[in-house]
């Protein structure tokens, strides 16, 4: 076969794949989003397990999914307690943000200022918010077939190591998948509870600077950041952002900023976002990677590259699995010949999982620069 009818047969499985992706997008993403959260129990399951000797696995594993489930529940409160609370002040807030546009009309010397109320329900704004709507009512409502998945991959793991048996029964093949599998398995759980942990570590903080700067509905907008940071490199961003937005239209600007007047409210938000942008930082660049061990090796380019593809296959659930998958890939992308140099480009330092699934992969979480 010459290099043209390889490459066009490249071509098309490409885009055979992409559109399979794409149109299985309602049933492959709440099963990606079911398979990643039980690695998530099954990782913290680990973690009880080697702190308690006497425990056993059944019991480690029990703890673990409650404690995942009573995470979200609380997650859920926390959100619809957040909106509530600005359901009420709904009336203050818009007040004040129509002042805020009515004087950025006026900086560049622009009359007939829209209110809030026009620039949400034009037509554009009728449109970003039922987009928003869709996706967020899609994911909530797929919620409940994902704890489904869920439940039924706890039932089906322990059949596993036989149906492998079953499927390779040449010893040294079979050894190689099941290396290829647990390397790949352990990436993305040691991604998982990284993440899981040091969103939960930088969301504290937050709030407890939230409290200690006097911003409103604090707890709401830590329970968003903790969500936010899932998402590779832009979820960072826009979780430093989110705070200093809700600060610079808050009604009452606490009495400990000089004078308290609307202008100081522009300085008030300024403060919030440094405060929040240095946990964001700080841990982002140097306990992250120290925790994160063997995991991605991806670039700081394909992460993004990444993010936006996953998300526009996918939407919402695409953008929070985007780095586990992408590292799926790489990893069975290096066991091929044919296929390695994929691995070497989605690779961070082209060094990608070796072939056979032996690891010379380095530890980086976002492409800070570090290896072992």
């Known amino acids: 076969m010459d290099r043209a009818t390889k490459t066009g047969i490249w071509i098309i499985a490409t885009g055979v794949i992409v559109a399979f992706l ?5 049933i492959l993403s709440t099963f990606a989003m079911a398979v990643f959260l039980f690695l998530v129990m099954e990782g913290f399951a680990t973690v009880i397990d080697n702190w308690s000797h006497t425990m056993r696995r059944g019991g480690a594993r029990a703890i673990a999914v409650l404690t995942v489930l009573g995470g979200f529940v609380g997650f859920i409160a926390l959100m619809a307690h957040g909106m509530s609370q600005f359901g009420r002040d709904a009336a203050e807030y818009e007040e004040k943000i129509n002042a805020l546009i009515r004087e950025a009309y006026g ?16 037509a554009q704004g009728q449109r970003f918010f039922a987009t928003i709507a869709n996706a967020t ?23 596993w190591t036989r149906k492998l048996d079953n499927i390779f029964p040449e010893h040294d093949k079979r050894a190689q998948v099941r290396e290829i599998g647990d390397e790949a398995r352990r990436s993305i759980e040691t991604y998982l509870w990284t993440q899981t942990v040091i969103s939960a570590l930088i969301t504290v903080l937050t709030y407890i600077s939230l409290l200690a700067l006097g911003v409103q509905n604090a707890l709401f907008l830590a329970a968003l950041i903790f969500v936010l940071n899932y998402i590779p490199t832009v979820g960072s961003i826009v979780a430093a952002l989110v705070p200093p937005l809700f600060a610079l239209v808050q009604p009452d600007v606490p009495a400990w900023i000089p004078g308290a007047s609307p202008q100081d409210t522009y300085i008030y938000a300024a403060i919030v976002f440094g405060i929040v942008s240095f946990w964001q930082f700080s841990i982002g660049n140097f306990i992250q990677p120290r925790m994160m061990g063997e995991s991605l090796n991806l670039s700081a380019l394909i992460v993004l590259l990444a993010l936006a ?3 526009v296959l996918w939407g919402i659930p695409g953008m929070f699995l985007s780095a586990p998958l992408t590292v799926l890939m790489m990893i069975l992308f290096a066991q091929s010949d044919g296929t390695r140099w994929i691995a070497i480009l989605l690779s961070a330092d082209g060094n990608p999982q070796g072939k056979g699934g032996q690891s010379v992969a380095v530890s980086t979480a976002k492409d800070y620069g570090e290896t072992e």
């Not at 900086?107 to 034009?122: I, K």
């Not at 909530?140 to 039932?155: H, N, R, T, W």
């Open 309 to 311: 593809i996953w998300g």
């Open 107 to 122: 900086l560049v010397n622009m009359s007939d200022a829209p209110t809030l109320t026009h620039l949400l329900f034009n």
């Open 22 to 26: 794409y149109v299985g997008r309602g």
């Open 137 to 159: 009512g899609d994911l909530s409502g797929d919620m409940v077939l994902i704890f489904i998945y869920v439940a039924f991959l706890f039932i089906a793991q322990s059949g």
